[in-house]
């Protein structure tokens, strides 16, 4: 019953589109960039600017780490304050060196 109905409705459809083939013709509305082909430069913007978010976001996370750890050397937790600040500079690291590969990769 199934493979009936389902060739019933081929045999329909492509009959209706042979009667009336403008109704056949779909539009479609394309990006930005495959009009003027430029995919490889849309590409490059939106990889820099994820890269940026990410290097801001994980910059501004490890100067708070690092502003914690120096409010915690006037109460007597040098230990707990080197932590932090260790943290917040390896952060800083990590976001100084994404923002660089970035860089790097996505300037020609």
Same mark, same amino acid.
């Given at each position: 019953? =199934?493979?009936?109905?389902?060739?019933? +409705? $081929? $045999?329909?459809?492509?009959?209706?589109?042979?009667?009336?083939? /403008?109704?056949? $013709?779909? /539009?479609? /509305? *394309? #990006?930005?960039? !495959?009009?003027? @082909? %430029? *995919?490889?430069? /849309?590409? %490059?913007?939106?990889? =820099? !600017?994820?890269?940026?978010?990410?290097?801001?976001?994980? @910059?501004? +996370?490890?100067?708070?780490?690092? +502003?914690?750890?120096? !409010?915690?050397? #006037?109460? %007597?937790? #040098?230990?707990? @304050?080197?932590?932090?600040?260790?943290?917040?500079?390896?952060?800083?690291?990590?976001?100084?060196? $994404?923002?660089?590969?970035?860089? *790097?990769? *996505?300037?020609?």
């Amino acid at each position: 019953m =199934k493979k009936v109905l389902t060739v019933g +409705l $081929v $045999v329909t459809g492509a009959s209706l589109m042979t009667l009336f083939p /403008e109704f056949a $013709v779909a /539009e479609v /509305e *394309l #990006p930005s960039w !495959a009009g003027t @082909g %430029n *995919l490889d430069q /849309e590409l %490059n913007n939106k990889g =820099k !600017a994820v890269a940026d978010i990410a290097a801001t976001v994980v @910059g501004a +996370l490890a100067i708070i780490g690092m +502003l914690v750890g120096a !409010a915690l050397f #006037p109460l %007597n937790k #040098p230990d707990e @304050g080197k932590k932090w600040v260790m943290g917040g500079g390896i952060g800083l690291i990590i976001a100084g060196s $994404v923002a660089g590969i970035a860089q *790097l990769f *996505l300037t020609k």
